[in-house]
């Protein structure tokens, strides 16, 4: 994949109040995503952002990566929080019960 195709709307998101703009700007980054064959995790961080969900995910943030987006990585540039799935369960207090 070619940086510069995408280094435009990675580097600053656009700083609106609308939640269609934002949508509107999201599926526009979709589109380039596509043209590139890049994997459609954006929607996911598109829909956490419009909705202000957590995004919850087994991978870790890793600036360091290039190649491929991260949903953490891709959260963190588009202010979008996320949580790994341990988290989640720490959060909900849940607890693993066996039948006696």
Same mark, same amino acid.
């Given at each position: 994949?070619?940086?510069? =195709? ?5 580097? =600053? ?15 526009? =980054? ?33 600036? =360091? ?36």
């Amino acid at each position: 994949i070619h940086r510069s =195709a995408l280094s435009g709307w990675t580097a =600053a998101p656009p700083q609106c109040s609308s939640c269609w703009s934002f949508l509107a700007y999201m599926l526009l =980054a979709h589109m380039v995503c596509l043209k590139h064959k890049i994997s459609d995790r954006l929607w996911l961080v598109a829909k956490a952002k419009a909705t202000g969900a957590t995004v919850v995910t087994h991978e870790k943030l890793n600036l =360091a990566i290039r190649k491929k987006f991260l949903i953490p990585n891709v959260c963190r540039v588009f202010g979008v929080k996320w949580i790994d799935t341990f988290e989640l369960l720490e959060t909900l207090e849940a607890r693993f019960v066996l039948p006696t």
